[in-house]
């Protein structure tokens, strides 16, 4: 068991769409949860969505109608389709995984930028 590894992240215009993907790096069965958080430049990170093992959702009011969170169990990815992106939500995307075995674990983020 590892390190969570996002990518996805990119540049992208104004109203653009991005999909963030996440590797656990561990078990399925190990899963409780899974988030994607972000932090912009000078502001404190935040919540972006959650995810149960049971599949349910949470959205920040930020994201809601615009971000999607999901998961792939055969796969075993975390995936946050994010669509009319704005410049607001340029920041460094993480994941994070609560298990139910081990301490919680997160990646290393990935940029997002949205330019005017």
């Known amino acids: 068991q590892g390190q969570p590894v996002e990518s996805g992240g990119g540049l992208v215009h104004t109203g653009g769409s991005l999909r963030l993907s996440c590797e656990p790096s561990?078990?399925?069965?190990?899963?409780?949860?899974m988030t994607w958080h972000r932090q912009a430049p000078g502001k404190q990170r935040e919540l972006v969505a959650t995810i149960t093992k049971s599949g349910e959702t949470t959205y920040a009011d930020s994201g809601k109608g615009r971000f999607t969170i999901s998961r792939n169990n055969a796969e075993n990815t975390l995936y946050l389709q994010m669509n009319n992106l704005k410049p607001d939500d340029t920041a460094v995307y993480y994941c994070s995984v609560n298990k139910l075995l081990g301490r919680p674990a997160w990646g290393r983020g990935t940029q997002v930028t949205v330019s005017s």
């Open positions: 561990t078990s399925p069965n190990n899963i409780v949860s």
